[in-house]
């Protein structure tokens, strides 16, 4: 069982950037995929980006190329994700994710086997 616990969330203004963190409560942290979802108000829930077990394949939504990097530490058994150039669309609760595979259809469909409780990101105009 992987517990996820993800923080950084907060208020900032359009233009502004923001560190979220996850931290993962298995030891083994470093088998699994890692990835970032969101959803923002009255939205589904969307794909945003994913990290390999060795950081050596990344995806990312078309929404956040570009303005959004995924990250791990396998040391520390933590994922994070650096937002910049934030909109106000990018107005979401943000949930981390593990999952011991990259399929596409797991990972774009949601269906991946971990989550954390999110963390809420507000992004002012």
């Known amino acids: 069982q992987v517990q996820l616990v993800e923080s950084g969330g907060g208020l900032v203004q359009a233009g502004g950037s923001l560190r979220l963190s996850c931290a993962a409560s298995?030891?083994?942290?470093?088998?699994?995929?890692m990835g970032w979802f969101r959803q923002a108000p009255g939205k589904e829930r969307e794909f945003a980006a994913r990290?390999?077990?060795?950081?050596?394949?990344?995806v990312y939504a078309d929404s956040v190329k570009g303005r959004f990097t995924i990250s791990r530490d396998n040391a520390k058994n933590t994922v994070y994700l650096q937002m910049n150039s934030l909109k106000p669309e990018d107005t979401a609760a943000y949930y981390c994710?593990?999952?011991?595979?990259?399929?596409?259809?797991?990972?774009?469909?949601?269906?991946?086997?971990?989550w954390g409780k999110g963390t809420l990101v507000t992004v002012s105009s």
């Open positions: 990290i390999n077990r060795s950081g050596g394949t990344i």
């Open positions: 298995e030891r083994t942290f470093s088998p699994y995929a």
């Open positions: 994710a593990a999952d011991p595979t990259t399929y596409d259809n797991k990972w774009y469909r949601g269906s991946v086997d971990y």
